[in-house]
Every structure is written in structure tokens, then in C-alpha cells.
């Protein structure tokens, strides 16, 4: 299983680009990325996913490398409402992978 | 399409004490996962079911079990409860690589 590995915390003012990193230096030919957003006492809720280039949707672009090794979740323009934890997940969707680490993920917080 | 809904969603319990939580999926999703969440660990895979079959497991003890019925609609069951078992506990469910997640139960271990 890929291990991943993110900051714990990281701060940000209003109206700035965020950008978290995520490490998965063990990432399996088969495995996709995928990054969910929390806030307290809810659960996580899905973002975005890749496997490979640049994903785009209406909240957030994930940035993968050629290599794989580690992929970007950049928040254009954060609010105070963007203030979270995201977690970045490895995994090949339909096994055993994806289910497990989500871990600690990195807590953002945005100020005004 | 209602989401995924938990059951109760707080819960008070003393130490020896057994519980069973209760998770409905999203109508069609056939894989069910649970989640414990902590402050200090983080969000915890349990384990997930799929077609009434348990596929995977995290790793915490054989206290902590659970079933799938053929509806999808899953409990877990922890019994012989202690105070480290305070938690909040979420159920997830997908059809493909998506998980959407309940609210979660909140359990109190005294």
C-alpha cells in the first residue's frame, strides 16, 4: 500500500493560492490520487482525483508530476470557508488501497 | 438521492459496555467502510464490507467487528468498550472510487 505523506498544518490568508503537497513515493502502476476536504465533526467530503498530468474541476486542481512521486492540490483564491483538513489519498479504487490512509491529512486554515 | 445516513448520532457508554452502530448507504452502493477518528491518530480505517463480505481490515482488535446485510445497510459492533474507544465513528459508502461519508456517530466512552 502507498504511504503518503503530508504537512500537518498550514496557514493562509484570504484570496491566496494554496497549494498542499502530497508525497507517494510507493505509488502502484494502478493507483489513482485523490484528495477529500473535512470539516469539523463531518465527514470527508470528495475534491478531486487524478492518475496522471493536471485535473481541473470547479473547487481545486491536482497536479501530478510524470513520476507520480507526489501530486499538488492547489485551491485558487481560498475563503474563509476553505478552512479544513484535506486529506490526500493512493490507492487503486476498487481494493484494498484506497480505503486505508487517510491518516492525519493537513489542516488549513485561512485567516482574513 | 438521500446521502449516507448513521445512526444514532451520539452515543453515551461506559467502560465493558458494548455498542453497535448502524450505517445506510447511498441507494445502489454496494461497499460499505468504517472509519474511527481521533484526534490524536487520525481518521482510522475499520474495515469494508462488499456484498454482505467483509474485503478489507484495519488493524484494531477483534473487538471491533462488523456485517453487512444483503440491503447494503451495515453495523459495526464494539464491544467490551474502553475509554480509548471514544471516538467518532463514520460509515462511507461508494459504487466507484468516490466515497461519500455519513455524519458519523459520535461515541463517548465514560
Known amino acids: 500500500l502507498a504511504k503518503t505523506t503530508q504537512p500537518i498544518s498550514m496557514d493562509s490568508y484570504e484570496g491566496q493560492e494554496v497549494n498542499i503537497t502530497c508525497s507517494h513515493n510507493?505509488?502502484?502502476?494502478?493507483?489513482?490520487i485523490t484528495w477529500y476536504q473535512q470539516f469539523p465533526s463531518q465527514g470527508p467530503r470528495f475534491i478531486i482525483q487524478?492518475?496522471?498530468t493536471k485535473v481541473t474541476n470547479e473547487v481545486a486542481s491536482l497536479f501530478i508530476p510524470a513520476d507520480r512521486k507526489s501530486s499538488t492540490l492547489s485551491l485558487p483564491r481560498v475563503s474563509l470557508s476553505d478552512t479544513a483538513v484535506y486529506y490526500c489519498?493512493?490507492?487503486?479504487?476498487?481494493?484494498?488501497?484506497?480505503?486505508?490512509?487517510f491518516g492525519k491529512g493537513t489542516s488549513l486554515l485561512v485567516t482574513p | 438521492k438521500a446521502g449516507v445516513t448513521q445512526t444514532p448520532r451520539y452515543l453515551i457508554k461506559t467502560r465493558g459496555q458494548q455498542v453497535t452502530l448502524s450505517c445506510s448507504p447511498i441507494?445502489?452502493?454496494?461497499?460499505v467502510s468504517w472509519y474511527q477518528q481521533t484526534p490524536g491518530q487520525g481518521l482510522q480505517f475499520l474495515f469494508e464490507y462488499f456484498s454482505e463480505t467483509q474485503r478489507n481490515k484495519g488493524n484494531f482488535p477483534g473487538r471491533f467487528s462488523g456485517r453487512q446485510f444483503s440491503n447494503s445497510r451495515s453495523e459495526m459492533n464494539v464491544s467490551t468498550l474502553e475509554l480509548g474507544d471514544s471516538a467518532l465513528y463514520l460509515c462511507?459508502?461508494?459504487?466507484?472510487?468516490?466515497?461519500?461519508f455519513g455524519p458519523g456517530t459520535r461515541l463517548t466512552v465514560l
Open positions: 489519498l493512493v490507492g487503486d479504487g476498487m481494493n484494498s488501497g484506497y480505503a486505508l490512509n
Open positions: 487524478g492518475y496522471k
Open positions: 462511507a459508502s461508494r459504487r466507484t472510487t468516490e466515497q461519500f
Open positions: 510507493n505509488i502502484a502502476t494502478n493507483d489513482y
Open positions: 441507494s445502489g452502493h454496494r461497499s
